[in-house]
């Protein structure tokens, strides 16, 4: 009740402060282009209030500075943030980037919980099909390259199409992204814009050389594959035998060349009973963070779905993760599943709340204190088509790569139109839509439940995410009803009728 009420009073402090149309219309007619220094207002008026610049055009210093000035203070005095702490974390250029987008958020579309920013703090791109490796549970099923990916100019065009926008990260993604020789060109454009970029990677293709060379053209993190302890588990799961000692050389290479790295295992009947073991591995290789990615039935993983967690398996796990967190050793530990945000509030309950807390988000664990509480319920849990969008490598543009819904096309359609004014991105930002318990779970705001697990199950991306203990009901119902389903594009098809935990007559 405590937390809920410093929440009603956080939100109504930036109501009547920052979410005030007179204001938003001013931060909206002053968030373009500065010509005399080819940067946005908003990002020209951060530099000027946290020091990095001295001058700047009349209109950045006289009108938009001293707006965003206020706007960030009374922000930082919502959340119980000091002005001396929030100048030092936007001396960083890509905090401040990542402010502009806060700040672009609130001016076009107001204070929600969770927070809409102004574009896509995170667009996962799919560079391509093609793929050394057979993995089961590829979302992509990538192996061949598809003949109407992107070419190189167009993707030079996406990347401008992307900093214009204002995105803050491109991760590139497939398929095996290294395997397109144009993506070293293409990765250090972005990097040349300002955008943070990232690469997600079997590993297997990093030599020494490769890992120098991703670090020289900016590459800010690399996340490499790893679902298993030993050869036997990870082979198995990557369909090629011997690829465990290549991604394992490849992961050695990355932390000599000093690339930040993240490890992602996908957790499945396969392999979880081998996490603790993985996270050892990792941490004895030097890694930065792990990652636990949920399995979602989408790709060539729909043929095995039969070996997802059960919700009691992933609700263990991720109690052994929140567990893990609270040792504070140096490589942290996250995860894609939303609950475990849900876990770690529940678990700082049992333990006896403190005036620190870890909330884990799907980019990293804050550890939170006072009225920065509540800003978990800010970030929101599951970011698709709310944090982060996808792009597939023929330019499709979907909420999350997990999440094969098509809203637009970056060959076509005007991007920041799609991401203002698409329906299907502003159902998933509407947390009051969600059906089952997740609909009217207390930890909405903060959770949500995985959308693309809901579509991937239900091809319904409102549905309740099966994968979580307090919709255990619907993950049984689907068992029971397994033998009336066929495996469609969009997930499990019911041919009895079912929805959502009741059966039709």
């Not at 599951?382 to 094969?404: E, H, K, M, N, S």
Request: with cysteine; glycine share 8%; proline share 5%.
């Amino acid at each position: 009740m405590v937390r809920k009420a410093s929440t009603a009073k956080t939100i109504e402090i930036l109501k009547y402060t920052i979410d005030r149309k007179p204001l938003r219309f001013i931060l909206k007619q002053f968030s373009g282009f500065c010509k005399k220094d080819n940067k946005n207002r908003l990002e020209v008026a951060l530099e000027l209030y946290v020091g990095e610049r001295t001058n700047a055009c009349w209109v950045c210093t006289h009108i938009v500075a001293p707006i965003v000035k206020w706007v960030v203070k009374k922000g930082g005095a919502a959340f119980g943030v000091s002005e001396e702490d929030l100048k030092e974390k936007f001396k960083d250029v890509y905090w401040r980037r990542g402010l502009v987008n806060v700040i672009r958020g609130i001016a076009k579309f107001g204070v929600h919980k969770p927070f809409v920013p102004g574009a896509p703090f995170l667009v996962v791109w799919n560079y391509t099909y093609l793929c050394n490796l057979r993995c089961k549970h590829c979302y992509a099923s990538a192996g061949k390259p598809h003949p109407n990916e992107l070419t190189t100019e167009e993707a030079k065009d996406v990347v401008k199409k992307f900093a214009d926008a204002g995105v803050n990260i491109i991760a590139f993604s497939g398929g095996e992204p290294l395997m397109r020789r144009d993506f070293y060109d293409v990765a250090k454009l972005a990097h040349e814009y300002g955008i943070f970029t990232a690469v997600a990677t079997n590993g297997t293709l990093i030599t020494k050389d490769v890992a120098r060379k991703l670090k020289e053209i900016g590459i800010g993190y690399v996340q490499i594959s790893l679902d298993g302890a030993s050869p036997e588990t990870h082979d198995n799961f990557r369909g090629i035998p011997g690829v465990f000692e290549k991604t394992i050389r490849g992961i050695k290479n990355c932390v000599e060349e000093g690339v930040f790295v993240e490890v992602s295992t996908t957790a499945t009947k396969f392999n979880y009973k081998e996490i603790p073991e993985i996270i050892d591995l990792c941490e004895k290789l030097g890694v930065d963070w792990w990652m636990m990615y949920n399995f979602v039935p989408t790709g060539r993983g729909r043929f095995i779905i039969e070996n997802d967690l059960t919700p009691e398996e992933r609700e263990k796990i991720l109690r052994f993760l929140w567990e893990r967190l609270r040792e504070g050793r140096k490589m942290q530990v996250l995860s894609t599943a939303p609950q475990f945000a849900r876990v770690a509030l529940q678990m700082e309950k049992e333990y006896g709340e403190s005036d620190e807390i870890i909330v884990p988000t799907h980019f990293y664990n804050p550890r939170l204190h006072g009225q920065l509480i509540n800003l978990s319920e800010f970030i929101g849990g599951c970011g698709a088509g709310r944090f982060y969008c996808a792009l597939d490598p023929d330019g499709t543009i979907t909420p999350c790569v997990f999440f094969p819904l098509p809203v637009g096309n970056i060959r076509e359609d005007d991007f920041m139109d799609v991401w203002d004014n698409n329906p299907v991105f502003w159902d998933l930002r509407n947390r009051d839509k969600l059906k089952g318990h997740c609909g009217e779970c207390e930890f909405k705001y903060v959770c949500g439940g995985c959308r693309a697990r809901a579509y991937g199950y239900f091809g319904d991306y409102l549905a309740p995410d099966p994968g979580c203990i307090n919709n255990k009901i619907f993950w049984e119902q689907l068992k029971y009803e397994k033998y009336k389903y066929e495996v469609t594009p969009i997930g499990l098809s019911a041919r009895s009728g079912f929805a959502y935990g009741k059966r039709s007559t």
